[in-house]
């Protein structure tokens, strides 16, 4: 260490500082030989093949290789010749949700929810599939949302334990939630929704379930599921059936929500647990907000990316709790909640170190930009790093 330069010193020091900041859990880099730029979902199909599909944001799945050092991988999907994104596009748009059906072995079917443009819209459609080979032409599109903006559309598409596909898609709105859709029950954005894809029943193109809140579709519009929602990212069921939700926020608060049938989650008259500065005016006298179960401010991240109750092995201390991150900060924690919602505990895992990149002269940023925490065939705890890996949690 003494002959270091000072310079180096310092840096030396930095770097250590940051990796020794009393990290509960560390991060492992798997597959490191292949190219997983940005990616946005594993999911393991329900066919128990213990096959890892791994989606990315320019329209790529990829079936990953039973070993993490192989370099092997089968092509599953490729639409990046689709353009997804515009120019201006990049980061948010693209192929944001991918999802088998529950009955995938015998039907071959799976879900994608992605952005296309001109007209700006978001798609949600399902394909077939037949071993290892998706066939793109087997495309029937089930859902087209129309888009005003290349931010805040979600895109997150889930199964329930009820079979009905759940689809989280953003407000739209460059900020602010300016054209007020959120709380407008007459379009689908700013809403969760819930489809039955094994129904013809709607438009010849998917079912209504009939509990659905606004099922009838008078007033509203059948497909809403719950509302009042900014940008949905990271959306999971437990064991217990509740899913859970985390809404990006604006200028204050991030947030964690436990979505119910019919459930208005605030945006924008709130942000997180507190009124909404920027919106003056009341909500409707019989409006039922709900508040998250759990919010962090902007002192502590700045942008939330959801995640999943850890099920894995490795970290039996983690049982049972939700992991969670913060895609700007790199921050991942740990948070346990009881049967009603109530907060036990929010727990620091890791922290990212921070990094100049190429060019030393730009303010650092985090090495760490998890945009997606999935299980993998074991259960244990992946991290998907915007910056094009991906981390297994370990000791
Ligand atoms: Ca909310």
Known sequence: ??????????????????????????LTRV?????????????????????????????????????????????FLDLSSRGMEAANGKFEEGLNGFAFHPKFKDNGLFYLCYTAQKPKRLIVSEMKADGQKADEKSERVLLEIPLINWNHHGGNIVFGPDGFL?????????????????????????????????????????????????????????????YGIRNPWGMSFDSKGRLWLADVGQDLWEEINWITAGGNYGWSFREGAHQFPLRTDAPPAEAKLIDPIFEYNHGEGLSITGGMIYAGKTLPELAGQYIYGDFVIGKVWSLRANDEGKVESNTL?????????????????????????CANAEGEMLVLDWNGVIYRMDK
């Open 1 to 26: 260490m003494k002959s270091l330069p000072f310079a180096a010193l310092a840096l030396f020091l930095c770097l250590n500082c940051a990796a020794t900041a009393a990290d509960a859990v560390k």
């Open 31 to 75: 597959y490191e030989k292949i190219e997983t730029k940005w990616p946005i979902a594993v999911v393991i199909p329900p066919d128990g093949s213990g096959r890892e599909f791994l989606a990315l944001q320019r329209g790529q799945v990829l079936i990953l290789p039973k070993d993490t050092a192989s370099a092997e991988t089968a092509t």
């Open 166 to 226: 759940y689809i989280g898609v953003g407000d739209t709105s460059k900020r602010n939630d300016e054209k007020r859709m959120s709380q407008l029950t007459a379009v689908l954005v700013g809403k969760v929704l819930r489809i039955d894809v094994d129904s013809r029943e709607y438009h010849g193109a998917y079912g209504i379930p009939a509990g659905n809140p606004f099922a009838d579709g008078v007033d509203a519009l059948p497909q809403i599921y719950a």
């Open 349 to 373: 895992l890791y922290t990212s170190p921070q990094t100049t990149g190429d060019n030393p002269k730009k303010k650092p940023s985090v090495l760490v930009k998890p945009t997606a925490f």
